[in-house]
């Protein structure tokens, strides 16, 4: 019995495109991009109704735990509304007591997070935002309450001028 070998012969399947590899490249890719992306975007938010001042600084800001903003109304930590700035320009004594106590709570939450390990010391880093129209009287009183309950290392946020 003889056996037609062309009726045996398997078809040859075409090569198709792998695109396996093709999207692992991709998804690196990707990955990448957003990585670049998200670090080099905002790390705060202005306050509202804040005119910040302008700089030619070229240091791009560092994230932050604890944020301080001083507008033309409100002295607030966090975004949240502590003294009113008119009463804070008014005030003869040095320290602004509603400020003091709120920070006094963001130390303690910072040495918390110590303890816990989420954090390997307290650095004592604020930044504070503040109104180019503000009186310096104001932001003498504000830093120096931030010194007093332990953030002295005090960052100022600015506008950077396009040239």
């Not at 918390?112 to 930044?127: C, R």
């Not at 129209?133 to 309450?145: C, G, H, P, R, S």
């Amino acid at each position: 019995m003889a056996i037609d070998r062309g009726r045996m012969k398997k078809k040859k399947k075409t090569a198709g495109l792998t695109i396996t590899s093709l999207m692992d490249m991709m998804t690196i890719i990707l990955v990448y991009l957003l990585k670049s992306f998200s670090a080099e975007g905002q790390l705060m938010t202005n306050a509202d109704n804040l005119v910040l001042p302008l700089s030619t600084s070229k240091e791009s800001p560092k994230e932050t735990h604890l944020m301080l903003a001083i507008t033309n109304e409100w002295v607030m930590v966090d975004n949240i509304p502590v003294a009113r700035t008119s009463q804070v320009r008014e005030k003869d004594d040095i320290s602004v007591t509603a400020v003091r106590d709120k920070l006094t709570l963001a130390m303690k939450q910072e040495e918390n997070m110590v303890k816990v390990g989420a954090l390997s010391q307290v650095k004592g880093e604020i930044v504070v935002q503040c109104d180019k129209n503000i009186d310096y009287d104001v932001i003498y009183k504000i830093m120096a309450t931030c010194g007093e309950v332990g953030y002295n290392a005090i960052k100022f946020a600015v506008m950077g001028r396009e040239e």
